[in-house]
């Protein structure tokens, strides 16, 4: 059975570092990583985020 974990960052760098804390503790296969990046504007600010989708195998 395929399970999915989605983490979510505001900075690449954290995204990199969840990501590799998550792979570090997972047994199971990996199926897929799918990565996107938004960025929406508040005034004159730009908020970026980061996001990791990774496709596993739970058995």
Known sequence: M???K???ENHE???E???NNFLSTLNNDIID???QVSVAMFS???IYCF???VVY???
């Open 51 to 53: 996001t990791a989708m």
């Open 6 to 8: 989605i983490i979510d």
């Open 2 to 4: 395929y399970k999915v």
């Open 13 to 15: 760098k954290d995204l």
């Open 44 to 46: 004159e600010e730009q």
């Open 17 to 19: 570092a969840s990501l």
């Open 33 to 35: 990583i799918k990565f």
């Open 57 to 59: 195998d739970e058995d």
